[in-house]
């Protein structure tokens, strides 16, 4: 496991999601209404859409392509039938610097 900065919280706007590249993987991070955070492989397995630019609430995100929702806690996908997408830990230190695990669970 590899914690990694992958920048500020001040960068996602709250409800939103954004997409960093870390380690040749592409990585989809949330800043929810209660500024908790997120993360989860941004591409849907199915069309390859960008999940980070889903419509997200505090507890799904759906995929802007097709309209596949993944659980932002675990990256299981919603209808319970079809690939998920990974979750990784994610934190802010206090400074809001996004600490994120590469660890697929």
């Known amino acids: 496991m590899t914690d990694v900065t992958v920048g500020h919280v001040d960068e996602i706007p709250v ?3 954004r997409t ?18 997120r993360a989860l492989g941004a591409v849907c397995p199915h069309r390859g859409g960008p999940l980070a630019d889903g419509l997200a609430d505090d507890d799904v995100v759906v995929c802007p392509l097709h309209g596949i929702g993944y659980d932002l806690a ?17 934190t802010a230190d206090d400074d809001g610097s996004i600490r994120l695990t590469l660890e697929c669970r």
């Open 74 to 90: 675990t990256g299981a996908e919603t209808s319970g039938t079809g690939p998920g997408v990974c979750s990784h830990p994610v």
């Open 20 to 37: 960093f590249a870390v380690d040749g993987e592409q990585i989809a991070v949330y800043r929810l209404r209660d500024g908790s955070l």
């Open 15 to 17: 409800g939103e999601g």
